[in-house]
């Protein structure tokens, strides 16, 4: 069975009904291909670059060269998305009033892709403030990726973002730890002890995602490879790093398949 994306391109001009239709075929080949044993780590890139590209040209078809960027967050940020996955972006503008209506048509479009989609609309000052305050923010657009617009104004945000008194590593490390351990505390009992929540419970995708966050606070960067080359990893503890993440993943990506 073929990749319904690579056999015919995304219409330049796209229409939601069009943009549902590439969806549906898509959640019908990755799930082919899942029950195959296919890669999970392709599966899940698979996933990610249709959402990319499906974002990119409605974004294209109502901002145009607008001094707006669409950014991607969560985890979409981490380029992490499963078949019943959140679509999360934020859409960066210093003046959201003078792009209302563009903002309002874009937004609907998503919402009528029959998706899950979480979305905010932020300035410069509203991501500092707001990352300042709340930690779950701040991890969010540390994580973020560009997906397409104002490569400008996405600079300005990276110089916000990496300023030296906006979460330093010791206070991020500390924050994340505490959140670590009341999420475990809600998580680590019999109940979840006999169906792990796969996000949630103790040694579950939230646990390696907190390590990363942790890492790309300290050290710049979350790729295992470069932890090793940093020596922050050995060469056996990023395999096994990288092998219970693919485990996880594909547990995950077939309860998405199995729940609808």
């Keep these: 069975m073929k990749n319904p994306l690579a056999e015919s391109a995304v219409p330049s001009t796209l229409t939601v009904a069009a943009a549902r239709r590439l969806i549906e075929a898509n959640t019908t ?3 082919d291909r899942y029950w195959q044993r296919a890669d999970v780590v392709e599966l899940v890139n698979s996933r990610t670059c249709l959402f990319d590209e499906l974002l990119t040209r ?16 969560g985890g979409f940020g981490r380029a992490e998305l499963f078949p019943g996955s959140d679509i999360d972006i934020c859409l960066l503008v210093e003046d959201a009033g003078a ?3 563009q903002i309002e048509n874009f937004m609907r479009d998503l919402f009528d892709l029959n998706v899950e989609v979480g ?6 000052a509203d991501c500092e403030t707001q ?3 709340d930690i779950t923010i701040a991890t969010a657009l540390f994580e973020r990726r560009l997906l397409t617009g104002d490569m400008a104004l996405a600079a300005r945000l990276e110089t916000v973002l990496s300023q030296q008194h906006l979460w330093p590593a010791n206070e991020f490390f500390r924050a994340k730890r505490d959140e670590q351990e009341r999420r475990h505390e809600r998580f680590d009992n019999v109940d979840y002890g006999l169906e792990p929540n796969i996000k949630s419970s103790p040694g579950g ?12 606070r300290q050290f710049g960067t979350a790729s295992p490879d470069v932890l090793v080359d940093l020596g922050v990893l050995t060469g056996e503890e990023k395999d096994w790093l990288v092998e219970g ?4 993943w594909w547990v995950r ?7 609808g």
């Design 29 to 31: 080949f990755l799930a």
């Design 58 to 73: 409605f974004f294209a078809q109502h901002f145009g060269p607008a001094p707006v960027a669409l950014i991607a967050v």
């Design 99 to 101: 792009w209302q209506s």
């Design 119 to 124: 979305y905010s609309v932020r300035s410069l």
């Design 131 to 133: 990352a300042r305050d």
């Design 205 to 216: 995708l939230r646990d390696y995602h907190t390590a990363m966050w942790v890492c790309l």
């Design 245 to 248: 993440r693919r485990f996880l």
């Design 253 to 259: 990506f077939g309860l998405h398949l199995l729940a």
